[in-house]
């Protein structure tokens, strides 16, 4: 079998092309030194960058990772297909910008998100909620009658307007009081030398009397060591475990035993909180509410104000209640801390004073609101408010524009008194009150039983307690529920959540994006240092 021999190299070849290649240099030479100057150059200048900036985009989708890119320059494919392909790229950049755009746009939209962090959390870690213990009866029939024959009457005035005048003290919310029975009952008032803050403290009933015996972890405790006496919009109630005070009306000689921070338990179930023997004092009734002898309960932050967003149970005579309480803890990260405010929408609790409290929360600061508003309506304070002397105290006159007041703590947002369409469209929090950034919220449930009086038979300090209330108040269980307050995004997760998606669309990198930077940076300045 006879092979065609092939020639490898033919130096003659070789040089007649070097030749050709010669010449074809000289004539463009010549060429460009026979045309005017000014009128090549430009023309000349954008054709050299055209010409840079398409090779180094077509090594760069020759090189790139990005998915696409290889197809738009590839030879070995028809140029339909290559159009085909530089179509669908750049339907992905499109694409790919469109989702960064809306989730950036989410993201500043959503700034902060509350989880769930544990349902595991101690419940050693939250404090025992304040206890808040309101009778039924909020004016005493004993002390009632005794400043019925005390009383001095003007000439003209019966007895039957002094009873008038001690109900008075219940302020009605349904009915306004005529003036000129308002001055019938300023002129008792101004010849016994009383007030109507001075009426309603003597005639109230004192709760530490209705509190028989107190039992906190397992132990018997003096029971005025831990409820303190606290005025609230019920009249005169005890509380227990309750800070929310600038001061306390605990006994001088007792004061400096108190804690300075809530009480915390390290257990569950009612051996390990708070157990106390109520007495109604049933005989004492003269002015109530309700159709029942008992207490109103009241389970509230240890730093908040008892009013109607506590949790309330009602407690009856001859029964035993079992009150089960499952604390639930919201905390904010720093990264919350440090959000500007008007971002975060909500306020820690030592970035806001409050009058007459000692830190700030939604409820507290609500609170003030009313009662600010009831200042700029009447000039003056309800008696039921701290007042540091600044401020006038209402008195009898202003009976009416209190009992108009008082309405506005029975509205959820206060001046709000509107129907709940006007109300959604309302883009601030009222008063300016934002939320809390760290709370704990109290749920709690209850049951009762009929009292067994035969347990206080043996008992001679118990023995009048017939009508007796034994109280329990405990955590039901040794784990509680978490929630953490985060931003929605922070840098970390933005790069992922941006990275994600490009990287799915368009299999974008920061590789990619360096390599897009070398082809139009770094290689034309190394291709100009190596061009020799």
């Known amino acids: 079998m006879v092979f065609k021999k092939r020639r490898i190299f033919d130096l003659r070849q070789v040089q007649a092309q070097q030749m050709a290649t010669n010449t074809a240099g000289q004539r463009r030479s010549d060429l460009i030194h026979n045309q005017p100057h000014n009128s090549f150059l430009p023309n000349d200048r954008f054709r050299q960058i055209g010409e840079w900036f398409s090779e180094n985009m077509r090594n760069y989708c020759q090189t790139t990772s990005l998915h696409g890119f290889s197809y738009i ?28 755009v809306v989730s950036w746009y989410w993201s500043q939209e959503t700034l902060t998100v509350t989880v769930i962090e544990s349902s595991h959390f101690p419940t050693w870690n939250i404090p025992f909620p304040a206890v808040t213990i309101c009778n039924f009866n909020k004016i005493s029939r004993i002390k009632a009658l005794a400043m019925l024959d005390q009383m001095q009457l003007p000439v003209g005035v019966n007895k039957s307007e002094l009873h008038n005048l001690f109900n008075l003290t219940l302020l009605p919310v349904d009915n306004l009081i005529s003036n000129s029975s308002l001055l019938i009952y300023d002129r008792i008032l101004s010849l016994n030398n009383l007030t109507l803050t001075g009426l309603s403290q003597q005639l109230s009933p004192d709760c530490i009397e209705m509190i028989s015996s107190c039992i906190w972890k397992g132990i018997n405790t003096r029971c005025d060591s831990l409820f303190q006496r606290i005025d609230t919009m019920e009249g005169q109630c005890c509380t227990f475990n309750y800070f929310g005070g600038i001061t306390n009306n605990f006994p001088e000689k007792i004061a400096y035993q108190i804690p300075k921070r ?14 106390v023997l109520l007495n109604p004092m049933v005989a004492d009734y003269y002015g109530t509410f309700f159709s029942g002898y008992g207490f109103r309960l009241l389970l509230h932050d240890a730093y908040n104000f008892p009013d109607e967003n506590s949790e309330t149970k009602v407690v009856t005579s001859t029964r035993e209640s079992f009150v089960r309480i499952n604390p639930e803890s919201t905390y904010a990260t720093n990264d919350i801390r440090r959000m500007d405010l008007s971002l975060r929408n909500c306020l820690f609790g030592s970035e806001r004073s409050i009058h007459g409290l000692r830190r700030y929360s939604f409820i507290n600061c609500m609170f003030e609101c ?41 509205h959820a947002l206060a001046n709000l008194n509107f129907s709940l369409s006007i109300v959604r469209e309302t883009d601030s929090f009222p008063c300016g009150c934002l939320p809390d950034c760290q709370s704990n919220h109290y749920v709690s ?59 799915l669309i368009m299999g974008f990198s920061i590789v990619t994006a360096f390599e897009f930077l070398y082809f139009l940076t770094f290689r034309p300045i190394f291709n100009y240092i190596n061009r020799d």
């Open 73 to 100: 320059t590839r030879q070995d494919i028809s140029r339909h297909e290559r159009y085909f392909w530089l179509v669908v790229v750049i339907l992905a950049i499109i694409t790919s910008i469109v989702l960064v």
């Open 370 to 410: 009313r009662v600010r508003m009831t200042f700029n309506l009447c000039g003056c304070l309800p008696p039921y408010v701290y007042n540091n002397g600044s401020y006038k105290v209402c008195g009898i006159l202003e009976t009416n524009c209190m009992i108009q007041s008082k309405r506005l703590f029975s």
């Open 445 to 503: 449930e209850s049951t009762m039983g009929r009292l067994d009086m035969s347990y206080f038979a043996n008992r001679p300090s118990y023995s009048n307690a017939t009508d007796g209330i034994l109280l329990h108040v405990f955590y039901s269980d040794l784990m509680s529920t978490r929630y953490r307050t985060d931003i929605f995004q922070n840098w970390l997760s933005a790069l992922a959540s941006f990275g994600g998606l490009l990287g």
């Open 262 to 275: 809530p009480y915390r338990v390290t257990g569950c179930g009612y051996p390990t909180g708070l157990s």
